[in-house]
């Protein structure tokens, strides 16, 4: 539907413009348009409703040939076929001041047309009338910061109480203050949310914060959403159903999974789950076996790490909504039964979706696999190394066999300051790998006067229980053939 409007000088200049103006990658107007922008606050809305092409998409083409198969440009028929649609819904499926920098009623909320349903453009860009106008001079740029307290961004709308992302967000280590990115490049790619943009997605697209040198921006919304769309489901910059390292998570969740290195594993997760370039291989690991379980093979697990991290829970009686944002597997959960960070045991955790995916015939059933899991690493990890004397360093006083390796005395065989990985680093590299919330000091450690630290990366075995147990009982048995140890009594390959 095209629309003429004879309010005012302004909206002739927005026609000459439109017309005369801007040509590439532009739809063939049938009939002259004129905006609605002098009586909707300067906002422009859709050309023609009927293509889902703005008005910003006569200039912007590629972007609005990804965003009309979004589920942005959608929004109002979502609405409309949910069942629920209600007059104070429309905000939100409009375009009107919520996500963008003004707080006023504009667009549809001044003028309820056809012309601003849907979330278009302006919904998070503001009023295209100014740069519609005078493009050089005027950029209304959209912000990629998410929070509930903000009148800008992605909380206006996703922090609703049908949908919380951005409150459960909030509540994960993704919207934790970038500390780590700090004047580290190295980090900032995956602990900042400008640098992962530009360096795991390759977004270039200018916005808000982009030449903010000062602001650390959080991992939001935008960093694995595309407001724009994309090829993936959810909006999504990369595929959550791959089994590479180009899956959405395994792009930062893959930091340094094999030594050498001075630290230990980090955020090696991706690869342990992959069963792929990680961990210490043994001179005795039998390389010809499998290297992953089905949490990690798309043909069983289509999800893989969306399956357990990113888990909706709906419960209208006791008016529970949860869309799994805060990234939380089997959560703890509060006495309304919503997640929350815990601490709790093992058998108050939530292990719905380890039976929804199919993987499990009951709760009670992953409950026990986890419980084993953690429990099988434990007695394995307690082979390698015990602190029995709490300090968090590997003296020869300890219980283990690095204890005694550190008892022989040669600092060369714990050096992690060099390149040559000895059975020693070797087998600690591992029980860093695999190391549980019950064995904290394989995460932060001393040893011969050098410090190690590793990102807890087994998920307490479920990412990869299988490999990570082969791995420390060839470690073990490498342990004792190279330094003529002897191991605790109990260890059955």
């Not at 967000?169 to 919207?175: R, T």
Request: net charge negative; proline share 4%; aromatic share 6%.
């Amino acid at each position: 539907m095209s629309r003429i409007n004879t309010r005012g000088c302004l909206s002739l200049l927005l026609l000459s413009f439109v017309l005369v103006g801007c040509t590439d990658e532009s739809i063939a107007f049938d009939e002259p348009v004129l905006s609605l922008a002098d009586s909707t606050a300067g906002f422009l809305g859709y050309h023609t409703e009927s293509a889902k092409w703005t008005l910003c998409g006569n200039c912007h083409g590629d972007e609005q040939m990804t965003w009309a198969t979004s589920r942005h440009s959608g929004a109002w028929a979502t609405l409309q076929a949910s069942g629920s649609a209600t007059s104070s819904c429309e905000d939100c499926h409009t375009v009107t001041e919520r996500g963008n920098v003004l707080t006023d009623a504009v667009g549809y909320s001044l003028v309820p047309d056809a012309a601003f349903q849907d979330v278009q453009c302006e919904s998070c860009h503001g009023p295209g009338v100014g740069h519609l106008a005078t493009p050089e001079a005027t950029k209304p740029l959209a912000s990629i910061l998410a929070g509930t307290s903000l009148t800008n961004g992605c909380g206006e709308c996703h922090g609703a109480a049908g949908n919380p992302s951005v409150v459960d967000w909030g509540e994960s280590h993704h919207a934790s203050p970038s500390l780590y990115a700090a004047g580290r490049s190295d980090c900032a790619e995956c602990h900042e949310g400008k640098a992962a943009l530009r360096d795991k997605f390759g977004e270039m697209a200018d916005f808000l914060e982009a030449s903010d040198t000062t602001t650390l921006v959080p991992i939001t919304c935008a960093v694995c959403h595309d407001p724009h769309g994309s090829d993936n489901d959810h909006q999504l910059r990369a595929s959550i159903t791959t089994g590479s390292t180009n899956h959405l998570c395994v792009k930062c969740h893959n930091r340094i999974a094999t030594p050498p290195s001075e630290r230990g594993p980090h955020a090696a997760q991706g690869p342990l789950v992959l069963g792929q370039n990680v961990g210490w291989i043994p001179p005795n690991f039998d390389t010809n076996l499998a290297t992953t379980t089905t949490h990690g093979l798309v043909a069983k697990n289509e999800g893989l790490c969306v399956s357990c991290h990113v888990v909706a829970i709906e419960d209208d009686p006791a008016d529970i909504h949860s869309t799994g944002h805060n990234f939380q597997a089997v959560s703890c959960l509060d006495a309304d039964g919503a997640p929350t960070d815990g601490p709790c045991t093992d058998s108050e955790r939530d292990y719905r979706a380890c039976v929804a995916s199919g993987c499990h015939a009951t709760e009670s059933d992953a409950l026990d696999r986890y419980e084993w899991l953690g429990e099988t690493l434990n007695e394995l990890l307690d082979q390698i190394w015990f602190d029995k004397i709490e300090n968090g360093r590997i003296d020869a006083a300890d219980e283990g066999l690095l204890p005694q390796v550190v008892a022989l005395g040669n600092s060369n065989d714990l050096d992690l300051t060099d390149e040559t990985v000895t059975v020693a680093e070797g087998a600690l590299w591992n029980a860093q790998l695999a190391h549980t919330a019950d064995r904290p000091w394989f995460g932060e450690g001393e040893v011969f006067g050098g410090e190690f630290s590793a990102h807890r990366s087994s998920g307490g075995g479920v990412h990869n229980g299988y490999l990570l147990r082969r791995l420390l009982i060839a470690s073990i048995e490498a342990l004792v053939d190279e330094y003529g140890l002897t191991a605790a009594p109990g260890l059955d390959p």
